[in-house]
């Protein structure tokens, strides 16, 4: 029997959820940093570590909406397990390679492994928390995400130092282990099944919540593919990862070798970006809860914020592509981050209140789009600088493509269910 205690459960389920979305980008963002030494040590090209970044993407796009369809079904205790606990050896892997080939089969595998994650960690939080609530706990779970991503490049960078860029793979997919054993021990998919769960626990699901205790099987997929509500969410979310994945990838590398940023600098410049971009995950959540209540439309609520926060990143983007200093330029993408941040969670409490009960499977639909940008984002990226000799291109057209993703959120309503019996 678990403990009680005097803090809400649910709390505690967002504190899991923040900590394995934090360790999604810690082996994410490893890579980028390991990425000079490893291109030295295998004899990789600009071009084949670009396809090494985006194989990753194809394999998490591929498998993104089987895995949210299983969180659904199957439940995100033994799903989201599994998932880390495969991701994890895939990152140790990625330590011990010698050959290109085998560098890209694993890190496919690793994508593939890891697709499921945020669909199934936002499915836990719409199990968890009511609809006034769920913008803040979304952004508590892009929160750690961040973290994780500002984290991972010191962090990274320090263990590469002392034990290599081999070992630093190995330590992170042990992170990884841990935090498998402790969620398997302290969550469960619904608050009536969870033994540590108070009479409040109880009372907030029982009266807030409306949402159904069971698993579900099929999806509504003729529902879903005929609706323009959702493609618009889907065409707003392709966006979401092209300049991104930029940040993920690339910039240690555009710092170094575009503005001379020191290599012992260039991970902390690179933290920078994500690091703010932690805060504003949460306040873009919380914003967005704050104008549905005092506005009394679910549907503004989430759109101005969104529309506000895509438009705010184009213009870091295109902005850090006219700068001819690092300083200046870090900045740019630190507002560019900002921007993306705050619309980030809406996005996905978007994704999960026009999903009901099949919250999963629609946030993986809306997921793997951004899985398509993500691919195209370090091979574009790679291609331009191998043009051009710089990166300036790349980030003015991010600039562009976010400008086109805040219009599109006029367009989505978040009080347009596809399951009409789900949640509210």
């Not at 593919?225 to 979310?237: D, E, K, T």
């Not at 873009?284 to 529309?307: E, F, I, P, Q």
Request: glycine share 10%.
């Amino acid at each position: 029997m678990l403990k009680h205690h005097a803090v809400p459960l649910r709390n505690r389920i967002a504190i899991l959820v923040a900590l394995a979305s934090g360790i999604t980008y810690l082996d994410r963002v490893c890579l980028s940093v390991a990425a000079p030494s490893m291109m030295g040590a295998l004899g990789l090209s600009n071009m084949q570590m670009g396809y090494v970044f985006s194989v990753f993407s194809l394999s998490y796009g591929i498998s993104e909406i089987p895995m949210g369809w299983l969180s659904d079904r199957f439940g995100q205790r033994k799903i989201l397990t599994s998932i880390v606990a495969c991701w994890s050896v895939f990152t140790a892997l990625t330590g011990v390679l010698w050959g290109y080939w085998w560098l890209l089969a694993v890190r496919f595998a690793f994508g593939a492994a890891e697709a499921g994650a945020f669909p199934t960690l936002a499915r836990a939080v719409a199990n968890w928390f009511r609809s006034s609530d769920r913008g803040r706990a979304i952004g508590v779970m892009w929160m750690g995400a961040r973290i994780g991503g500002a984290i991972a490049p010191p962090l990274a960078a320090l263990f590469m130092a002392w034990f290599g860029w081999r070992i630093t793979f190995a330590i992170f997919g042990l992170i990884g282990v841990a935090w498998c054993a402790l969620f398997w021990w302290l969550y469960r998919d619904f608050p009536e099944q969870h033994p540590a769960a108070t009479e409040e626990d109880r009372a907030y699901a029982r009266q807030n919540l409306k949402f159904p205790t069971a698993l579900v099987s099929q999806p509504p997929w003729k529902r879903m593919f005929s609706s323009a509500n959702l493609w618009a969410l889907v065409g707003m979310y392709f966006a979401t990862s092209y300049g991104f994945w930029f940040l993920l990838t690339w910039l240690p590398t555009y710092l170094i070798r575009q503005h001379g940023v020191p290599v012992s600098k260039a991970s902390l410049y690179a933290a920078l970006p994500l690091a703010v971009g932690a805060v504003s995950c949460l306040l873009g959540g919380s914003l967005s809860d704050m104008l549905v209540r005092r506005t009394k439309s679910r549907r503004w609520g989430r759109a101005l914020v969104g529309l506000g926060g895509y438009l705010l990143s184009g213009i870091g983007f295109a902005g850090a592509g006219f700068m001819h200093g690092p300083s200046a330029a870090i900045l740019c993408l630190m507002l560019a981050e900002v921007g993306l941040d705050v619309a980030t969670p809406v996005a996905w409490v978007t994704s999960l209140e026009i999903g009901g009960r099949f919250g999963g499977t629609v946030s993986a639909f809306m997921n793997a789009s951004s899985s398509i940008s993500a691919f195209i984002s370090p091979i574009a990226a790679a291609w331009v600088y191998t043009r051009f000799r710089s990166f300036d291109a790349m980030l003015i057209s991010a600039g562009a493509v976010y400008a086109v993703a805040g219009i599109l959120w006029l367009k989505i309503d978040a009080t347009e269910p596809l399951d009409p019996e789900g949640f509210q």
